[in-house]
């Protein structure tokens, strides 16, 4: 079993700034990748942020040079610094964590948190 919480999501004003983390625990043998989608009623669950065990990261265009995604290993927990947040990042934001077991790659979700940026 591998359990995978997301925290850090609210409320907040145009141009200001959240901090997302996800913590990994459980029967885990080797992350490959931790990541960020977020998705909005009616929407497809979208990219926003990656991170592979080597410290590779790739972002959405959409976010570029405002969000950041970073990794404590010894706590198999990401990280989402979001700045000048603006309306359209609205969404749930779900953490993904990508598991090695043998030759597959197995994906596990969080269960979601909610941002809303707005005056």
């Known amino acids: 079993q591998v359990q995978v919480v997301e925290s850090g999501g609210g409320l907040v004003q145009p141009g200001g700034s959240l901090r997302l983390s996800c913590a990994a625990s459980?029967?885990?043998?080797?992350?490959?990748?931790m990541g960020w989608h977020r998705q909005t009623p009616g929407k497809q669950r979208e990219l926003v942020a990656v991170?592979?065990?080597?410290?590779?990261?790739n972002y959405a265009d959409s976010v570029k040079g405002r969000f950041t995604i970073s990794k404590d290993n010894a706590k198999n927990t990401v990280f989402l610094q979001m700045n000048s947040l603006k309306p359209e990042d609205t969404a749930v934001y779900y953490c993904n964590t990508d598991i090695k077991k043998g030759g597959p790659v197995f994906r596990y979700w969080g269960q979601g948190t909610q941002v809303t940026v707005s005056s």
């Open positions: 991170i592979t065990s080597s410290g590779a990261t």
């Open positions: 459980g029967d885990i043998f080797s992350i490959n990748a």
